[in-house]
């Protein structure tokens, strides 16, 4: 589950959405092609605005009222997703819903703060995610059958300017055919008009459709879209996501996602040979600059040689537990997105100037009291996929430290099936402090 990362009563230093390194190409949950007009409400006041405004009206939630709304993104409809939430708010206490997480846990009483998190673990809230995406889907199934049943639809060819009239699929089935162009069969599309004016802005802007890249004229980029067959879309672009039928399908998953599931269905009668399987490597990035690499052992030595900063070192000499290093990246992590030094705590305007002050004063292996970063907030990462926590093992040595060190946090097995149990069980409900 994708956690929004709290923080302090700052909102430079507010992340309101989940952080992915580049690499990353998790989806958001597809939107409605009238979405923009309906008002997002505040769920404690009269305070709304337009949902094109989703981050302000996040960010007020989280200054004014301390509330954080896990995985947003995935949300199907969240004007109505808020206001059902503000009608229950009206009826019972937010204790009620939300888990309280408490911040700078063991510091000063005067510097704790509280805030609310309101997530699927709660029943009532997953099974609410649910029906919007059902009614979500209907919606859209509903349109993409007017659309196939519509035999008004006319538009110039963006590659020849020959009319086509009557069905959209003689269109689409001329550019497959004749241009060599195909965005998929006619039947899993939908909001076609809307997806072939978005192809034509680029093609008017002089932009190839697949690598986006643009040219001085229609000659050129012709010539290029031929030469290196980019005469197709990159399914990469998640701005197209909204108009094939299977994105709307299962609640969070891709089209890549459910598609695979599709494959391994159609293998289940198949003799298991596993002996061509490949696995797909995680790829880890250094903590101070953009390197990488698919060798853990390999991104532990770039850090060393290149910036000074040996993690197990520090392992070895403050006895880190897993947790206790899962915590240290994610702290450090969160400082240099923030701009700023996590030894010193000193402020910059940009991230390529906390390492070269970091540099300069010899800071990489200074770390504040350990009071600073062994927090339960740290325990979600700052970038969602961040391989480099991947590399993190336990010591035999702090194997029985655990509890000196007051880590008393459960870990749930993979193949634990009970989706229930799970939720009655998460680790999220264990750190998090309940009223």
Not at 7 to 32: G, K, M, N, T
Not at 105 to 110: A, I, K, L
Request: proline share 4%; charged share 25%.
């Amino acid at each position: 589950m994708g956690i929004i990362l709290i923080s302090d009563s700052v909102y430079r230093d507010s992340i309101l959405e989940p952080l992915c390194f580049p690499d990353d190409s998790a989806p958001s949950a597809p939107s409605h092609s009238s979405a923009g007009s309906e008002p997002l409400p505040c769920v404690f006041c009269p305070e709304s605005v337009p949902s094109l405004d989703k981050d302000v009206l996040l960010k007020h939630m989280l200054m004014q009222h301390k509330l954080v709304i896990a995985d947003v993104r995935l949300i199907a409809d969240l004007p109505k997703y808020l206001s059902y939430w503000k009608g229950r708010f009206l009826e019972q206490p937010i204790t009620e819903f939300c888990s309280v997480i408490r911040t700078n846990s063991t510091g000063p009483v005067e510097k704790q703060e509280e805030y609310f998190l309101l997530c699927d673990v709660l029943s009532e809230d997953r099974t609410l995610r649910e029906n919007l995406q059902q009614k979500r889907l209907e919606d859209v199934l509903d349109q993409q059958q007017r659309e196939r049943e519509d035999c008004s639809f006319q538009r110039l060819c963006m590659f020849c300017s020959e009319e086509f009239t009557g069905n959209r699929s003689t269109l689409l089935n001329h550019m497959a055919k004749e241009h060599a162009f195909s965005i998929g069969l006619p039947d899993n599309i939908v909001y076609c008009n809307q997806f072939l004016d978005t192809l034509q802005s680029k093609v008017d802007n002089l932009q190839c459709l697949y690598c986006e890249k643009s040219f001085r004229d229609k000659t050129t980029l012709k010539d290029h879209m031929r030469k290196k067959a980019h005469r197709r879309i990159n399914a990469s672009n998640h701005q197209y996501d909204r108009f094939y039928i299977i994105n709307y399908l299962e609640l969070g998953k891709s089209w890549e996602e459910v598609q695979s599931e599709d494959d391994r269905e159609l293998l289940e009668d198949e003799d298991d040979d596993w002996s061509d399987w490949e696995a797909h490597p995680v790829s880890a990035v250094c903590l101070f600059c953009h390197h990488q690499s698919e060798n853990m052992d390999l991104i532990h030595t770039h850090m060393k040689e290149t910036h000074g900063f040996d993690l197990h070192q520090l392992k070895a000499e403050l006895s880190l537990s897993f947790y206790q290093q899962v915590k240290l990246v994610n702290f450090i992590r969160r400082q240099i997105h923030q701009s700023r030094c996590y030894g010193c705590s000193q402020s910059f305007d940009s991230p390529a100037d906390v390492l070269l002050h970091i540099n300069a004063e010899d800071h990489v292996m200074k770390l504040p009291d350990t009071s600073a970063w062994d927090q339960p907030q740290y325990y979600f990462p700052t970038y969602e996929n961040d391989g480099l926590l991947c590399s993190l093992s336990d010591s035999e040595e702090n194997d029985g430290n655990r509890t000196a060190h007051g880590e008393d946090v459960p870990v749930l097995a993979e193949d634990v099936s009970n989706l229930r149990e799970i939720r009655q069980t998460s680790v999220l409900k264990q750190l998090l402090k309940r009223s």
